[in-house]
């Protein structure tokens, strides 16, 4: 047997002891980190604790993601919005990620995946637009799982990019304006890739700029807990939860 059949066994197993059915496990999970604040301050810590904390649960429920065999993650890291936090705060998030990007590397080659960003990444420090780069080119050649971090993201921003490079292709003469359609927006998106589910933490129940465009149709689940403490038992049980909705995309 291959090792791609093995480890397609070892996926199903480890769902069906879950409480999951392994045929209908999202195929493209996206979760908005939510709650690392307030988190740290009811440690009576300062808020950069939480991000720091916040960063063993990305590791915990990726681990999870590849062994349920679920195979795209996008995490909502940093928001367009985010920029108007306190210059301290962006600059430890902005630490962090290169800490992390570090930290985390081996684990992303010892489980195949393939790292990627999308957002505004231009607007990132220098120092973590050279982290993500490697990263992302060490890692391009994994197809396990495809684990998307949201940086400098807003969904607003990524539908006016995409409405620029269509006009560019129009203005060419590559195009004609009565060729655009769904497809071909959402192709010109960072990622267009449908959102099966959107998980949030901390309770909120908002997208706040999320990819809106790819979640058109997902379903949204809220859980109370906040980022830091978060648990695979959590994440399962938001699975399950996943698993007893209908979804219908307006038919009947
Ligand atoms: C999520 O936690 C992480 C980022 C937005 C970067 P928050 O920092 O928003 O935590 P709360 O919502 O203030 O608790
Ligand atoms: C959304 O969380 C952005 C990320 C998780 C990166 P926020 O904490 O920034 O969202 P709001 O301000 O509560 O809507
Ligand atoms: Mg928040």
Not at 32 to 57: C, K, L, P, V, Y
Not at 63 to 87: D, K
Request: glycine share 6%; aromatic share 8%; charged share 25%.
């Amino acid at each position: 047997m291959s090792p791609f059949a093995t480890e397609v066994h070892d996926a199903a197993a480890e769902a069906r002891a879950a409480g999951l059915d392994p045929a209908r496990l999202p195929r493209h999970l996206a979760i908005i980190m939510d709650g690392n604040g307030r988190w740290a301050s009811r440690q009576g810590w300062e808020r950069f604790f939480g991000h720091r904390r916040g960063a063993d649960t990305v590791r915990a429920i990726t681990t999870a993601c590849v062994r349920l065999g679920i195979p795209r993650l996008t995490l909502y890291a940093f928001s367009s919005e985010n920029w108007q936090r306190p210059a301290r705060e962006v600059a430890v998030l902005m630490e962090l990620l290169v800490e992390y990007l570090a930290r985390e590397l081996p684990t992303l080659h010892e489980q195949q995946i393939r790292l990627c960003a999308i957002g505004r990444l231009e607007r990132l420090p220098a120092t973590a637009q050279a982290a993500l780069r490697a990263a992302i080119a060490a890692t391009a050649g994994y197809r396990r799982m495809v684990l998307t971090l949201a940086l400098s993201y807003g969904g607003r921003a990524e539908l006016v990019d995409a409405c620029r490079e269509l006009a560019r292709r129009v203005a060419a003469g590559e195009l004609d304006p009565e060729e655009i359609d769904e497809a071909r927006l959402g192709a010109a998106l960072y990622d267009g890739e449908e959102v099966d589910l959107v998980i949030r933490t901390a309770g909120e129940q908002r997208l706040s700029n999320f990819l809106l465009w790819q979640t058109a149709y997902a379903e949204f689940i809220s859980h109370p807990a906040l980022w830091p403490e978060f648990t695979v038992a959590d994440f399962h049980a938001c699975l399950r939860e996943y698993q007893r909705r209908e979804r219908r995309f307006g038919r009947v």
